[in-house]
């Protein structure tokens, strides 16, 4: 919702109402036709049968936001290239390559003592094709800053950011190139200056304008884009609610415009929240393990800001002793969160419900890096919470990640080791610690919602023996003859839940001892 529900301006005061070119006198800048803010000058863009530029020298008493318009030339295109006063180069150039429409552009800054503007003659016109005859219309408004100041469409002459908000225009600037796709059709850079040496937190809000599909992008100091925020609907804004910044340094930040019908005159306002980061949030950019954010609280909110967003977190083990962590994301109702360390993913329970996985061992000194990203949906910035827990490794728990004969943990007899089904394709491995084939009793506690099953397999990991449970949330007990150097697999036939960090417990018994 736009904060300014109208935009106080103040019509310039304009002497008359109409003049005319005087032909041969402002093909120049040095021979402009004098135009004032509410006159309509006219004028024909060949001169003697030959094609013809016309120059307007537009009088300004002090800073003002200049419009205009100019009428269509049927069959033909024309173009307006905008100076300020004593500047060779036009500071924009507005041609939407379509011929018969004519053009029109603004409101632009201009500075006094005069903005000028030439009407170029249109490419193609040959000498049978005389008189084509235009109007061509400005005025002058008083603006309320702060206000963008053209040009500014590349980080070299992006506007230095003026503090909490800034408001700028969308025009139709298109000019086609060869092979060039017609897409930006405008950009206005803005640069943002942090000061200070800390790390800065950036909450950035662009206002939607009927009619447009704007895009929100964010460049580092040396120019890199390091995120881009589209979602793709005419009229809506774009927002980032957090994004990290190291200080002191530079950020850049584009708003641009798609190839859309703009009406003059339409405003937009881009805002930006400065805030000092604190730990308990992540830290963008961090979208590869390299800039991963340090997971150092027990909750640690975050979110992602589009479908392509990554969002790594590292985890270094604090104490003295290897420790079994724990992470839980619970996402927002739309999000369906994706959970991804060693090497695979953990998702399973979808939209709106926790993911995450449960008693990774970390050694002494030791790390585990983790990703966050969207399995799809909805787009737009979903935000999450990531809640982490770490306990003292000890032998008688499971230690991720057992899911495969590599990794499996050690299993003795007479131990009981308590592990976690997490999520429901989750598999563990466990390793038969026994010196000979003997019969032992083998018990796997009932994992509530879950139809279990063992399958024990030689060393090649070619099953010998399966058992399951009768029905989903009972436990099994079976006695087994068990081959020394034996894998024990655990996982769920099927699932009539999420089954979020569902315990269990397994026991290996000699036969004697029952």
Known sequence: MRLFILLPLLLIVACGNSIKEKEGENNAASGAGILKSGQTATGDFTNNGKADSDFWKIPVSQPSLLRGTLSGVKGVNSQIRL???????PFKIIDDNQGSLGESFGPFIVEPPYALAELRSPRGTSENQSPLPYEFSVSLILPSP???REPNDSPEAANLFPGEFVIGYYNNIFVSNAGQSRVDVEKDFYRLELTEAKKYILGIELT????????LRVYNSDG???????ERALGQGEIINSFGFPGPGLV??????KDQKISMGEYYELRVRQSEYQSKYEFEPNDDPGNATPLTEETTEGEISDNLDNDYYIYQNPFEWPVNLNIAVSPDPDLDIVVSAFGKNFQDAGPGLEEGFSSAIVPQGGTIVFKLSSSGGKKGAKKYKISASAEQAVDFFENEPNDSRGNANALRANTTLAGYINPNDDVDFFLLDIAVRARYKLTVDPIDGCLSRVRITDKKGIAYETRSSRRAGEGISAGIFMDPGSYIKIDCENSSKNLFRSPYKILLEPEESF
């Open 252 to 257: 850049y930040l584009s708003v641009n415009a």
């Open 224 to 230: 890199t884009l390091i995120r881009t925020v589209d």
């Open 208 to 215: 939607g304008v009927g009619g447009i599909d704007p895009v």
């Open 146 to 148: 702060p206000v963008e």
């Open 83 to 89: 100076y300020r006063a004593g500047e060779t180069s």
